[in-house]
């Protein structure tokens, strides 16, 4: 019997380290093609800082590809050992098949404790050095940050397109053509520049682009003139966050210069629905961009960035009123979620449980903090404003759940490559390619109804588990009879 257990276990660890490496390395290419190997194009990052960040990388993608490969192991090697008869000699000897695999689903349960570990604590911890060494190796030569005939989302508030770029005799200076700025705010395009020339140049003491455009076109959204050339609604950004100064706007905003612009009295078809758009002429723009809020990308992780216990103290303090004016009619309210509760909505507050007034989210926010108005009670600072906590509870559920993945995956494998009797490594890895897509459509599904309360979707995320290992069982029973 240890001699067939030993047999097994190391034909299911030989053959998992082949699986894990190929999945580890198909999902560390997905990955990081698009943020790594992008800088290192741009002349941003050395090939040390892309080893840096996959090696950050790793952990991340062991939490996906370890239960993977599990499972392709698993099909593997039972489906080459019914093939090959071995289980048919085992069963003659007298070996059941539930104590031939005993060892097996032992190692499956270590290896979910150790999926357990990567998903609640090392994995989160990983992805967010490398999200931060990305955003490191960007701001380490930004003045390589513009490229010709590509779209550059990097630049925070900006998406810019450069038909055409060459080095001038400065090299923090450089002739263009067929230039596009486009300028965004809470995803929402407010200000859209074309110019057919100009010329851009990078100031290092202040990291800021810039633009002088020739023959400009600007449009500029009516109801967002006041962010963009300054007004009475435009505000300073806090820090910190205070419930006597709450507006934020993008500090490049207030020092943009349009000179000798004329408005034109008709408006062109470029954007014909509402908003309205304003159309203005220029010839000559002079537009700095600062990269000083580059780095601040980090401030606010998704969730996926944040470790258990993270989320855990993310669910107690979302919705906490932090302070309060002086009159009491204003507070300031933490939130966790990445996307901020939709403006004018009113929460009823709470104190230890038990509802005390009501508030009303305004318009004014931080990427941590909310200004609520307080309609009703008199609150202090500690009181918790309901706000939905689903994402919290999906992505806390979700890392959990997805820790027994390697034991689901193991029960169901062992009978289905049983009853496959395959050699073929194809056949395995087909098979083990659609159990995996129904376990993920399910993870999926629960991710992307996060903002659905209605639907449970923190619950969702467990069907796979309790429905692989519910038929895993069973069909382990069967295969034991020798049904």
């Avoid at 505000?235 to 709450?246: D, K, S």
Wanted: glycine share 8%; hydrophobic share 45%; net charge neutral.
């Amino acid at each position: 019997m240890k001699t067939l257990h030993r047999y097994l276990l190391r034909e299911v660890l030989a053959t998992l380290v082949l699986t894990v490496g190929v999945f580890t390395a198909v999902l560390l290419m997905g990955n990081a093609m698009k943020e790594v190997l992008a800088l290192v194009v741009r002349g941003q990052a050395s090939f040390m800082g892309v080893g840096k960040a996959f090696v950050l990388l790793i952990p991340f993608v062991i939490s996906f590809s370890l239960p993977m490969g599990l499972l392709t192991a698993m099909l593997l090697v039972f489906g080459r050992f019914s093939a090959d008869q071995e289980l048919t000699a085992a069963r003659a000897g007298g070996v059941s098949l539930v104590s031939l695999v005993a060892p097996v689903l032992l190692l499956a349960v270590v290896f979910s404790g150790l999926c357990a570990w990567i998903n609640l604590s090392i994995a989160p911890r990983c992805r967010t050095a490398y999200k931060e060494l990305v955003y490191d190796l960007a701001l380490s030569n930004p003045a390589k940050l513009l490229s010709a005939n590509t779209f550059i989302s990097e630049v925070p508030g900006y998406v810019i397109y450069i038909g055409e770029l060459e080095q001038g005799t400065d090299e923090r200076r450089w002739e263009m053509k067929r230039i596009l700025l486009n300028r965004i705010e809470n995803g929402e395009l407010i200000q859209r520049t074309r110019a057919a020339r100009g010329e851009v140049s990078y100031d290092p003491r202040s990291k800021q682009y810039l633009f002088r455009l020739i023959n400009a076109q600007v449009n500029v959204r009516a109801d967002k003139l006041g962010t963009v050339f300054g007004g009475e609604d435009e505000g300073e950004e806090p820090e910190p966050p205070t419930t006597n100064n709450l507006a934020s706007t993008n500090s490049a905003a207030a020092t943009n210069t349009v000179p000798e612009l004329e408005v034109e009295e008709e408006e062109p078809d470029l954007f014909p629905n509402s908003p309205e758009w304003m159309p203005m002429a220029g010839g000559e723009i002079v537009l700095p961009i600062t990269l000083a809020d580059m780095g601040r990308q980090s401030f606010k992780p998704k969730l996926s960035y944040l470790t258990f216990n993270q989320l855990r103290r993310e669910m107690i303090r979302h919705g906490e009123i932090i302070n309060l004016d002086q009159n009491g009619s204003v507070a300031l309210v933490h939130y966790a979620t990445v996307d901020a509760p939709a403006p004018d909505t009113e929460y009823q507050v709470t104190r230890h449980g038990k509802p005390v007034g009501r508030a009303r989210i305004t318009h004014e926010k931080t990427p941590a903090h909310l200004v609520a108005e307080i309609i009703r009670g008199t609150l202090h600072p500690g009181d918790r404003l309901e706000l939905d906590r689903t994402p919290l509870k999906v992505q806390l559920h979700r890392q959990i759940s997805f820790s027994f993945a390697a034991i689901g995956f193991t029960l169901v494998s062992i009978p289905l490559g049983i009853r496959a009797h395959r050699r073929e490594t194809t056949a395995g890895m087909a098979m083990a390619l659609v159990l995996i897509l129904i376990y993920y459509s399910f993870i999926i599904l629960g991710q992307a109804l996060a903002n659905q309360p209605q639907y449970y979707p923190h619950l969702i995320v467990w069907i796979p588990v309790f429905l692989f290992q519910a038929a895993g069982m069973w069909m382990l029973a069967r295969a034991n009879r020798g049904s």
